[in-house]
């Protein structure tokens, strides 16, 4: 069965800052690997996803995700965080045949300090 | 093109009561699913739909049940309310074509309180 393991359910950066959210997935098939952001009181929307062929991703809002096979991981950066990611960051993972089930890892409460 | 809408927004129940939730898409997509978010577990699958008529379990799906008569709406249910069922619902949809890579598009959510 796969699974989604986010290291750190709280990160705090300094405005300017790196932000660098983990993201490791268990899998015994090539998984799509998705990164999703809930703002306070809405629903998830998609920040970037890995299908096939270039292993780093780029997405909106200058956040990017690198793909390593070798490491099983997906990790979330954007070089300058800005007040306004402020925000929950759910990893998830799909497989082919799986009628797009996804399955989402536990979170990421991303805080941004002035 | 609202995407997709979910009624209610909030809704307190008492244990032992029953209720529907409610979900639209108008983007005319074939999947659907409702999944629950509770704090440090993300969200899980409770059941979902691969088209009209058709539903199937998901992670969670005790104490649930859903149905889904028109293409366009995703109905869950609560028979028998229990305080474990406090949580925020969100619904979700997503397109055939394509890939199963194919982006799920989300709901408000509603957030259910269960006393």
């Known amino acids: 069965a796969q699974s989604v393991t986010q290291l750190g359910s709280h990160v705090s950066v300094s405005e300017g800052a790196l932000v660098l959210l983990r993201c490791n997935y268990s899998?015994?098939?090539?998984?799509?690997l998705f990164w999703y952001v809930q703002y306070p009181n809405q629903g998830l929307q998609l920040l970037l996803k890995?299908?096939?062929?270039?292993?780093l991703v780029k997405g909106i809002n200058g956040f990017e995700a690198e793909f390593k096979k070798s490491e099983t991981s997906f990790h979330l950066t954007k070089p300058s965080a800005h007040m306004s990611d402020a925000a929950e960051y759910f990893c998830?993972?799909?497989?082919?045949?799986?009628?797009?089930?996804?399955?989402f890892g536990s979170g990421t409460q991303l805080t941004v300090l002035p | 093109n609202a995407g997709v809408t979910q009624t209610p927004k909030f809704r307190v129940l008492k244990t032992g009561q029953s209720m529907t939730l409610l979900c639209a898409q108008d983007m005319n997509h074939e999947y659907m699913y409702w999944y629950r978010q509770d704090p440090g577990m993300g969200l899980r699958l409770i059941h979902y739909s691969v088209g009209e008529g058709t539903t199937a379990k998901g992670e969670v799906p005790d104490g649930y049940n859903v149905s889904r008569l028109k293409k366009q709406n995703f109905l869950l249910g609560l028979e028998s309310a229990a305080p474990s069922q406090t949580s925020v619902y969100f619904c979700?949809?997503?397109?055939?074509?394509?890939?199963?890579?194919?982006?799920?598009?989300f709901g408000p959510g509603t957030r259910l309180t269960v006393l």
């Open positions: 899998s015994s098939v090539p998984p799509y």
């Open positions: 890995y299908t096939t062929g270039a292993t």
């Open positions: 998830a993972v799909s497989f082919s045949g799986s009628a797009r089930q996804l399955t």
């Open positions: 979700a949809s997503s397109s055939l074509a394509g890939g199963p890579y194919n982006e799920q598009f």
